[in-house]
């Protein structure tokens, strides 16, 4: 890509690097890598892309599960581009979908709110980069402040942020494509009150309110295929 960058190893044991990460939209962008090792060049890849790789395993001899979930993730990237008008010249998957969108059944929105305070407003979003993120948002409207717990545990400064006076960010980094039907769960409490508010929500849920409700319908069934592919890979290995 014309940047240069310095990179440690992913273990001590294994000599593998993270050299690029990639949003959605960006499966079909070719690149390629020189190493250097103390200023001296010593090898060079060839040109590269997440479509060239996923097209060597979909006409390769792998198992089916690992073919579809290729299959899916480049579905996925073409309808990214759509949404996002890039690249639209050269579709992830060639413009031909491996997977009949239209026919794609993202269950309905399953999320949970218990004992609800009637002062707080909530609301999610999903960012889909080279990591997924799931952000859960919380607004006080009697401008009280309130005690988190996310998935049994406090979180840190990173996890929940104030990003407007009384609005609070519950931020879910780094979500495996197989765990995106995993429900996040958060409890609030009020400081000197007893009582507790529980929501429970993940990715899907995000999926299927946005196919409800007409927005950005088939970027998110093709996720929400994308996502069940790779739990499918990963529970057939």
Avoid at 25 to 39: I, L, N, T
Avoid at 148 to 168: D, H, T, W
Avoid at 190 to 203: C, F, I, K, N, Y
């Amino acid at each position: 890509t014309g940047q240069e960058v310095s990179v440690q190893p992913t273990s001590r044991s294994v000599n593998k690097y993270t050299i690029a990460k990639c949003a959605a939209r960006q499966m079909a962008d070719e690149f390629s890598v020189k190493v250097y090792y103390q200023g001296n060049q010593i090898n060079q890849t060839d040109t590269l892309s997440i479509k060239d790789y996923c097209e060597i395993i979909i006409n390769g001899n792998y198992n089916n599960y690992l073919k579809d979930l290729c299959k899916a993730t480049l579905d996925y990237g073409k309808y990214a581009q759509i949404e996002f008008a890039y690249n639209l010249e050269n579709l992830a998957n060639g413009g031909t979908d491996y997977f009949v969108n239209e026919e794609i059944d993202v269950p309905a929105y399953d999320g949970e709110i218990l004992n609800r305070f009637s002062d707080l407003g909530v609301s999610f979003s999903l960012v889909t980069k080279s990591q997924t993120i799931f952000h859960v948002y919380f607004t006080s409207y009697n401008e009280e402040a309130y005690g988190f717990i996310v998935n049994g545990q406090v979180p840190s400064e990173k996890n929940l942020r104030m990003i407007a006076p009384y609005k609070y960010d519950v931020t879910i980094n780094n979500i495996k494509a197989r765990d995106l039907g995993e429900k996040v769960e958060i409890v609030l409490d009020l400081a000197g009150e007893q009582d507790q508010m529980t929501v429970r929500l993940s990715p899907v849920d995000y999926m299927g309110y946005a196919v409800a409700t007409d927005s950005q319908v088939e970027i998110n069934r093709a996720y929400y295929n994308y996502y069940l592919k790779a739990y499918d890979y990963f529970n057939n290995k």
